[in-house]
């Protein structure tokens, strides 16, 4: 049995946990995924499934989350209300250094023996 959520939203909470489900800062910047949100999903609107959906499907193009949760939970400290809380693991960053050497010798000739 599924529980429906509905109330308007109060707050919307956008979190990033490790692969361990621990809060942590993220590399992401917040703006970033705020532009991707449905605007019926930002606080003073009545909560809607179907908002939470296109939050998952506008997100998920960005490539930079293993895991993407949008979960609906009542706020305790307004009856009939909902928060929203986005909850994101971000991909693990790998960087790859490089480095190149350019040689050009000009005038090498090697001259045979006659």
């Known amino acids: 049995m599924m529980k429906v959520v509905e109330g308007d939203i109060t707050q919307l909470v956008i979190q990033f946990q490790d692969e361990l489900g621990n809060v942590v800062e993220g590399n992401t910047q917040v703006p970033v995924v705020l532009m991707e949100l449905p605007k019926r999903l930002r606080q003073g609107y009545v909560f809607n499934?179907?908002?939470?959906?296109?939050?998952?499907?506008?997100?998920?193009?960005?490539?930079?989350?293993?895991?993407?949760?949008?979960?609906?939970?009542?706020?305790?400290?307004?009856?009939g209300a909902i928060v929203v809380e986005i909850i994101l693991k971000e991909f693990e960053h790998k960087s790859v250094d490089v480095s190149t050497v350019w040689n050009i010798v000009h005038g090498l000739v090697e001259e045979l023996p006659h």
Not at 58 to 77: H, W
């Open 49 to 79: 499934i179907e908002a939470g959906k296109q939050a998952l499907t506008n997100i998920k193009p960005l490539r930079l989350f293993s895991n993407i949760e949008v979960n609906p939970r009542p706020d305790e400290k307004n009856e």
